[in-house]
């Protein structure tokens, strides 16, 4: 067998060689992750060719292994543990995965992508099923089932239960639309998948034990179903008669089915005949259902099987094994005779050549025939049913058990040999006990939870293995929940721990059978709570004082009471006293017999232990000898009880005082009320009193205890801290020290450091020194070779400015002649623009002159009219005055004085309205004679810049220019200053006007002339005459003001005598007006 170890790897070979013909395990496969951690794989799935399966580990990672390929691939982490898996989708790269979030996800296992996610279920999902058109699923947890749509993924129905039946499976059948719903009442229901109708309904067996189905398996044609549960009993259904066709027992180590799969074959049409069981032994036997004949097995004890998969053509077979490896098994190897047609009648069922042991635990069965679907070749199969015994008698039935067993033959068997088979003790027990194993019943107690009073059980009655101590506490539990007194009665675990530990897999069964043990071999012990049954003492002692008086006495004489060598017998079911083994016989009597047998037995073992109990006088040793394990022959004890049972006389026998055995009911638990409900109630509130106080003193206490722990903690907190600022001190003088020791080398080699320094220094300066004299002398070298390069080019330079000298002399006297010659037609043209701007000058004054006269003559002529009218007026009013107050001349006078007033006023705005004309034009006429001489000054700059280098002119020369400038300006300010003086004179009078013009036209030729010699060199001046215009042009400027500050003095004067004419009519008015007056 080879072993391949997947590890972390996520793609590689399943065998790296090939396996060998005719074993059965082609290869197991095993999964370790870090630190040599064995990961465990959970649940495997076929596809639909049976050629690939998926696998799924307790890390969440999903593999496909590829049987006919060798190849292995992981597709996907999910990141936890699966619950379930499918992997026969109509998308065949399509698989889906139950997670232990109660979710499902689809996955692509080639591109490893999320498919869709489904959500639904309150609990975990347990199966998974698929149509076989892999278009529908349904998904099943305890307390749901859900059908869905895998096209849209969507859910289409949900299957809602009641709480006190659980879901066990839900499926669908092969091949067609019918969907099947398992419960846990081992009721089965079949729907139409489509419309959800009900079908049909699996009839419950009557007859026989309860089976409580747990595994279900249905051939590949739909047409059986086989199922299992908690016996070693196979169910064979026919569910096209829809009737219990066989009733299969297996061999005696099978005890519970896990696991049912049908084993498929190439020539069955469908009908399997191969069905494996997988028991809780973890081993999977494959049987023919037709001739129940053991055909092979897979797994042992050693490597038990959790869960199998077989693929659909039957070729291979996947095991998930106890140690979380898989196993892959080759159905071909294992076994030769699955192809042999069945033969067509079958009796018992055989374990084979090797277990011939098991020949004696056959189920012998009557056949009859039942009508079964035609086959292809047209035969009829005869099947076996389950019959009771044609010839029973009324006493049979009443030694009749429910397993099938016979009691009085149980009872003569246990005679016989002093004891039950081991193997089958249990089995035996429940049939005596008649155990309803009411599941519904059991799990509303266990819903209830711990009972307060058994909370702290483990203080009290401690126990090694945790398992055992939980186990007795939840048994207790629902005692206590069933009846309120077990939460009360102290000895209770004492009873029920032997139990416990018996029944240690199964808690319902061990909760029935303590149950049955108080309802029944208890009677009359809770009468007396919370003291000791007295009446059932007093039974025994009355049975011991008629067969062994002697001891009876002495045991009065010692001062022992029945509560003292009785009642620790009874409180403990003499689990104290006994062994293990010697324990299980005696109670294998007891369940046998009738309830008084348990009392027998307490006294039968009192008399077996007569020698040494008659050499005990203190009470000390009764109570040691009584709560301890004695040398004791364990059979004597039992026959000695059956022979107190039977010599007892009926009026002392037990037998009288208890009823006959009763089992529990059905469905529901009996009430068990046989106590003083007063006193319970009262110890119950007394309980619960003293359990609240416990609660307040636990939680105060453990307030204290955090305050305590708060104080300790930061006790130690402060002295860590103390403790660490030392450390850090110490730390600190050390780091100083080290410091002080590093600054004192540092210190040193600095000095090190300078005298090295300052030694490159004196040697860098030395070279320093010498690179500066040699670049001084270098430096001399070059100075001297460029003053003597500059030498030279001084000297070149020199002759060639002397050279240039000479030529620009000569052009100088060729440009000097040039100007000389340009200079004279320059002043010819400047005299004839002087002469016409001169004449032109004189013509326009005379023009205004004259105006200005003639208008001065109107003026004075209506002054002189008005000075007329004044007097007239006067005298016309002096006549009116002297000729009456007549107030019409008055008015008359005062309305011509008013006109007068009118007309002076119009006649005054008009003459200074002509006033500013006359300024105006004045002021354009100075302008005018200021543009005329800036654009001639203009044309002489121009001149001036092109003789700039001709400036040394003659000394006398410049004398007479002075001269002229002088003259010049006096003359034109005699020019405008002559219009004023004529308009004064023709003031007074006009004769003297025109004598001014020969005068004026004089001073302009004058001028004229002047300015043509503005600019005439003396006689004397040598041909390098030197210009000198700048000095020209500052006389002109300063003529030209001089002549501007004439005609604002003018305008001043004109204006101030406007005023003073404005002013003599204004009082000449007024007078006028007061002389009215």
Not at 800 to 821: I, K, N, P, S
Request: charged share 25%; aromatic share 8%; proline share 4%.
């Amino acid at each position: 067998m080879e072993v391949t170890d997947i590890g972390n790897k996520e793609e590689g070979k399943v065998w790296h060689r090939k396996p060998t013909a005719g074993k059965g395990v082609l290869v197991t496969v095993i999964r370790t992750a870090q630190q040599a951690k064995t990961v465990r794989f959970l649940h495997v799935a076929f596809d639909t060719t049976g050629d690939s399966f998926l696998a799924g580990d307790h890390h969440g990672n999903i593999y496909v292994f590829d049987i006919s390929r060798n190849r292995f691939r992981l597709v996907q982490k999910t990141g936890q543990a699966c619950t379930a898996l499918a992997f026969s989708l109509r998308r065949t790269t399509e698989f889906l995965v139950a997670l232990a979030d109660y979710t499902i996800k689809c996955f692509d296992k080639d591109t490893k992508q999320l498919v869709s996610w489904m959500r639904g279920h309150e609990g975990a999902v347990s199966s998974i099923s698929v149509h076989s058109s892999g278009r529908y699923a349904i998904s099943t947890s305890s307390d749901t089932a859900q059908l869905w749509d895998l096209d849209s993924f969507q859910r289409k129905r949900k299957l809602n239960i009641r709480q006190s039946v659980g879901i066990q499976r839900v499926f669908f059948l092969p091949l067609s639309n019918t969907i099947l719903s398992c419960f846990s009442d081992d009721s089965i229901f079949a729907w139409e998948s489509d419309t959800l109708f009900c079908k049909y309904q699996l009839p419950v067996p009557d007859c026989g034990p309860k089976i409580s189905y747990k595994a279900f398996a249905v051939t590949r044609d739909g047409k059986s179903l086989a199922a299992g549960g908690r016996s070693n009993l196979l169910h064979l259904w026919c569910l096209e008669s829809k009737q219990l066709v066989r009733v299969i027992q297996m061999p005696t180590q099978v005890r519970t089915v896990r696991q049912l799969e049908f084993l498929p074959d190439s020539f069955d049409g469908g009908a399997s005949q191969t069905l494996g069981v997988l028991s809780q032994d973890g081993v999977m036997r494959f049987i023919n259902i037709h001739t129940c004949k053991l055909l092979f097995h897979m797994g042992s004890h050693d490597d038990a099987i959790t869960t199998v998969a077989v693929s659909p053509n039957g070729r291979h077979v996947v095991a998930i094994m106890d140690n979380g490896s898989i196993n892959v098994y080759s159905v071909q190897s294992l076994t030769q005779e699955l192809n042999k047609p069945p033969p067509s009648r079958v009796a018992v069922v055989s374990g084979g050549e090797a277990d011939q042991e098991l020949s004696n635990l056959k189920v012998k069965v009557r056949s009859e025939v039942v009508q079964r679907p035609a086959k292809s070749s047209g035969r009829r199969t005869q099947v076996k049913t389950l019959r009771p015994p044609a010839g029973s008698t009324a006493e049979d039935k009443e030694n009749e058990l429910p397993a099938g067993l016979n009691k009085k033959r149980l009872v003569a068997l246990l005679k016989a040999f002093g004891e039950y088979p081991a193997k089958y003790r249990m089995f035996v027990w429940r049939s005596l006990l008649c155990l309803p194993e009411n599941h519904a019943a059991y799990s509303s107690l266990t819903d209830k939870g711990l009972h307060s009073a058994y909370l702290t059980l483990h203080d009290k009655y401690p126990i090694k293995s945790h398992k055992l101590q939980r186990g007795l506490q939840r048994v207790l539990s629902a005692l206590a929940h069933w009846a309120a007194i077990f939460g009360e009665v102290e000895y209770l675990p004492l009873i029920a721990f032997p139990f416990v530990k018996l029944f240690q897999n199964n808690p319902m069964l061990c909760f029935e059978v303590v149950a049955t043990v108080i309802v029944n071999w208890c009677q009359h012990w809770f009468e007396y709570f919370p003291n000791p049954p007295l009446n059932i003492l007093s039974m025994a002692e009355n049975v011991l004082a008629h067969h062994d008086k002697e001891l009876l006495q002495h045991l009065v004489d010692c001062g022992i009471t029945s509560q003292l060598y009785v009642w620790p017998l009874l409180e403990t079911l003499f689990s104290e006293v006994l062994t293990r083994d010697e324990w299980l016989r005696l109670f294998d009597s007891i369940f046998s017999n009738h309830p008084s047998f348990l009392l027998m037995a307490c006294v039968a073992y009192i008399t077996c232990c007569r020698e040494p109990l008659l050499l005990c006088s203190q009470k000390q040793d009764f109570e040691y000898f009584f709560h301890h394990r004695n040398n004791l022959d364990v059979g004597a004890m039992i026959k000695e009880a059956y022979r107190l049972m039977g010599n007892t006389p009926a009026d002392l026998h037990p037998r009288t005082m208890l009823s006959d055995f009763t089992p529990l009911t059905k469905g529901q638990y009996p009430v068990f009320n046989h106590y003083p409900e007063f006193i319970v109630e009262y110890q119950s509130r007394e309980r619960e009193k003293i359990r609240l106080q416990e609660m307040e003193y636990l939680r105060e206490r453990q307030e204290v205890s955090a305050l305590r722990a708060d104080f300790v903690r930061r006790q130690a907190e402060e002295e860590a801290y103390y403790a660490q600022q030392e450390l850090l001190q110490k730390a600190e003088e050390q780091r100083r020290n080290i410091l002080a020791q590093e600054e004192e080398k540092l210190t040193q080699q600095r000095a090190k450091l300078g005298a090295m320094k300052r030694e490159l220094k004196v040697k860098e300066l030395q070279l320093l020194d010498a690179t500066r004299r040699r670049f001084l002398s270098h430096q001399q070298d070059l100075r001297a070779t460029q003053i003597q390069g500059l030498d030279q080019e001084i000297s070149r330079k020199m002759d060639l400015r002397e050279r240039e000298t000479a030529a620009a002399v000569q052009d100088l006297e060729v440009r000097q002649m040039e100007l000389e010659a340009q200079r004279r037609r320059f002043e010819q043209h400047l005299l004839k623009e002087q002469d016409r701007m001169g004449r032109e000058v004189e013509e326009e004054v005379e023009m205004r002159m004259r105006k200005a006269e003639r208008e001065e003559e109107s003026y004075t002529e209506l002054l002189h009219n008005t000075e007329t009218n004044m007097q007239a007026l006067e005298e016309s009013l002096a006549d009116a005055c002297q000729l009456g107050l007549e107030s019409d001349w008055q008015r008359e006078v005062a309305e011509r004085l008013q006109q007068v007033d009118t007309e002076q006023e119009r006649k005054r705005e008009r003459l200074a309205e002509l006033h500013r004309q006359t300024l105006a034009e004045e002021e354009r006429l100075a302008d005018t004679m200021i543009d005329v001489a800036g654009k001639k000054w203009d044309e002489v700059m121009s001149t001036r810049a092109q003789l700039q280098e001709q400036r040394q002119p003659l000394s006398s020369d410049t004398d007479g220019m002075r001269q002229r400038r002088i003259r010049s300006p006096c003359q034109t300010r005699g020019l405008l200053q002559r219009p004023s003086a004529t308009t004064a004179v023709s003031v007074g009078t006009s004769t003297t006007g025109p004598a001014v013009r020969p005068n004026s036209a004089t001073s302009l030729k004058q001028a004229g002339t002047n300015m043509v010699c503005l600019n005439s060199s003396s006689p004397s001046e040598s041909t390098s005459t030197n210009f000198s215009l700048d000095r020209g042009r500052t006389q002109l400027d300063s003529s030209e003001r001089e002549l501007l500050k004439d005609i604002r003095e003018l305008r001043q004067k004109l204006a101030a005598r406007a005023r003073e004419g404005s002013s003599a009519s204004s009082q000449s008015v007024q007078t006028l007006s007061s002389v009215s007056q």
